[in-house]
Structures are given as structure tokens and as C-alpha cells.
Nanobody, 126 residues
Framework: QVQMVESGGGLVQAGGSLRLSCVASGRTFSGYIMGWFRQAPGKEREFVACIRWNTGSTDYADSVKGRFTISRDSVKNTMYLQMNSLNSEDTAVYYC???????????????????WGQGTQVTVSS
């Protein structure tokens, strides 16, 4: 059974940084796409970034491009989200997710992902 556990959230001042981690277990993730999504109060869950486990290639939402960096350590089965220059609009619950290899995956669409973590709260104070 696949489990995904996020950590690293917390309270940070605007302009500060945080690094989120997501430990995945239960299978090998070769061919998977792993992603980060976030959900702010009163808003829908939105795509943040994703990484292809085998190649390390990445994609980002425009709102975080240049500030956030997604990476993975395939030995530790861990994915990271380094978040810099945080602002109040980044306040949200952050979720990691994994998409099983499929013929077609819309990486920015949450329905493409099969496994989810429980989320970790990130709060940016101004």
C-alpha cells in the first residue's frame, strides 16, 4: 500500500523560506510523476509543481516559478519542495501526490494523481 507523508510546514515571515519533504513508501516509483498541490482557505486545490521520478524533469505553476524548486532523492524515496521568497498568497495546506504511469497524464490536474499525503500547513505572515 502506497503511503505519502509530508513534513516541513510551519509559520514563516514574508520573504522567508521553507523546505517541505514528502516520504513515499509502499512500492518503487519508477515512471511515476510526483507532484505538489496546495489549497488555501476557501479556494480550490491547485497545482504547484511536479517532477518525473525517472528523469527529474520538472514543471511549475506560473505563480511559483523562480521561487520554488522541486527535487527528489530516489534512494530515500523522498520528494522536496524548496520554497523561497514566500508571501501571504503562499499560505495553504500543501499536499504531495503521486501519479501512476498512464498513457496520458495532465500533470497539473489533481484527478491525474492516484495517491495523496495528508497535507502540511504553511502559513506566511506579513
Amino acid at each position: 500500500q502506497v503511503q505519502m507523508v509530508e513534513s516541513g510546514g510551519g509559520l514563516v515571515q514574508a520573504g522567508g523560506s521553507l523546505r517541505l519533504s514528502c516520504v513515499a513508501s509502499g512500492r518503487t516509483f519508477s515512471g511515476y510523476i510526483m507532484g505538489w498541490f496546495r489549497q488555501a482557505p476557501g479556494k480550490e486545490r491547485e497545482f504547484v509543481a511536479c517532477i518525473r521520478w525517472n528523469t527529474g524533469s520538472t514543471d511549475y505553476a506560473d505563480s511559483v516559478k523562480g521561487r520554488f524548486t522541486i527535487s527528489r532523492d530516489s534512494v530515500k524515496n523522498t520528494m522536496y519542495l524548496q520554497m523561497n521568497s514566500l508571501n501571504s498568497e503562499d499560505t495553504a495546506v500543501y499536499y504531495c501526490a503521486a501519479a501512476i504511469p498512464k498513457t496520458q497524464i495532465f500533470f497539473a490536474t489533481q484527478n491525474s494523481y492516484d495517491y495523496w499525503g495528508q497535507g502540511t500547513q504553511v502559513t506566511v505572515s506579513s
